[in-house]
């Protein structure tokens, strides 16, 4: 699979790469690390970084935008993004051919070529796999920066590496990484330093959360407590992991209201909770999923249902 994602890659003169919406430090990982990599070892070639920007990922980087001629004849590449609805400008369809590679589960396999390995912590370090390859195939160097990228993804993903899917290939992975030119210091105040608003709403979060006798947990932000701290809906994604602290919790859900939707944000110890996101129109990984409703009243049916789970 490696093999044939290279030679695509050495055939095309125009790649581009998506990944998904409301990206995380593992999205802007493997898109910007991909890209960058191919850049390095292909200067020769044009590659597009397109979707819409995080503001607060601007610590690692922006996307480069692809004008819709760009897709005529073009290899498009769609990291970290398990379905389709979920890839960040749809025109990712436009081009000659399409790769998926991604570690979420495979229950959309789209794509003419698709790598799909659940067992890696982060699509990350699935590129830095890729580029290993490359290194002995292929004479490939890693920039210092296409390393920072990866470096980044997999911290991420894997909670600082408490997660476990942090796998002893894992830590391989990032000490070989650590050994590029990149400041660590820098990286980690930007993935990790709050704005005072955001410090003041994880306040309220650790202050107002419900919790039951099985550890099952929630907190809901409706959109007028947000606009009372001055944070965004998308910038709450930086407080997911803040109750993962709390003795005793075994799972839990956030909901965030947005002006059309209710996001949830689930998270586990270690307990399965991407079924209860996939009848929320959702998915994700075992232990880290994301799900979308619609009315106050779903959010109780999948609280009721988080419960039933950490009963067991």
């Not at 920007?53 to 398990?82: K, Q, R």
């Not at 296409?146 to 899917?165: E, M, W």
């Not at 002893?168 to 709050?194: C, I, N, P, Q």
Request: hydrophobic share 35%; aromatic share 10%; charged share 25%.
């Amino acid at each position: 699979m490696k093999q044939q994602i290279i030679e695509c890659i050495e055939k095309y003169q125009t790649i581009i790469i998506h990944r998904h919406v409301r990206p995380d430090e593992d999205a802007y990982g493997s898109q910007m690390g991909l890209a960058t990599l191919i850049q390095s070892n292909y200067p020769e070639k044009t590659v597009y970084t397109p979707g819409t920007h995080d503001p607060s990922l601007t610590y690692l980087g922006e996307p480069v935008h692809a004008e819709d001629e760009a897709y005529n004849g073009a290899l498009v590449i769609v990291t970290d993004t398990a379905n389709q609805e979920r890839i960040d400008d749809q025109r990712y369809t436009r081009g000659e051919i399409l790769i998926k590679i991604d570690h979420h589960p495979n229950d959309d396999a789209y794509g003419d070529i698709t790598w799909v390995d659940t067992s890696a912590s982060s699509c990350s370090e699935l590129i830095y796999e890729l580029y290993e390859y490359g290194e002995e195939h292929r004479a490939w160097g890693l920039p210092a920066q296409a390393a920072r990228y990866l470096f980044a993804g997999i911290v991420g993903d894997t909670g600082r590496f408490k997660f476990p899917s942090a796998t002893e290939k894992t830590f391989k992975t990032a000490s070989k990484l650590v050994k590029h030119d990149f400041d660590r210091s820098t990286l980690f105040d930007g993935m990790y330093e709050l704005s005072r608003e955001l410090l003041q709403l994880q306040g309220y979060i650790y202050q107002n959360f419900h919790m039951n006798e099985n550890g099952a947990a929630y907190i809901k932000l409706p959109k007028e407590l947000l606009e009372e701290y001055g944070v965004t809906a998308l910038e709450t994604s930086a407080l997911v992991s803040s109750l993962g602290n709390v003795k005793g919790i075994r799972a839990w859900a956030i909901f965030v209201e947005e002006p059309d939707q209710i996001r949830v944000r689930l998270r586990s110890k270690g307990l399965i909770i991407n079924t209860i996101a996939k009848q929320f129109r959702g998915g994700g990984h075992p232990f880290a999923s994301g799900a979308t409703i619609y009315d106050w009243s779903e959010a109780d049916d999948l609280i009721a249902q988080l419960d039933e789970v950490c009963a067991q």
